[in-house]
């Protein structure tokens, strides 16, 4: 046990190597929102927590994707494997 209560001294925090671009400015502005929420929440009570961890979210239909998330369509080879039952 000594040894592993010296290495805990010697040990330095780590310091990831990736640096993220996109996103730093965004987490940081989310982190200090969240804290505001956390804040507003502990005023009002348990009745707004639950209108605060409601989110509403918007389902697109198929003709509302952009061109680079819509599939595909089947090629005559497809349609066949498909209606062959799989690969021959």
Excluded: W
């Amino acid at each position: 046990t000594l040894i592993f209560s010296r290495s805990l001294q010697v040990m330095k925090p780590h310091v990831p190597l990736i640096k993220f671009r996109k996103g730093s400015q965004e987490s940081k502005e989310f982190l200090i929102l969240a804290g505001d929420l956390r804040k507003t929440n502990t005023i009002h009570g348990s009745a707004d927590k639950q209108q605060m961890n409601t989110v509403t979210t918007r389902e697109l239909e198929d003709y509302q994707l952009p061109l680079k998330f819509r599939r595909l369509p089947l090629g005559e080879n497809e349609i066949e494997a498909i209606n062959t039952g799989g690969c021959n």
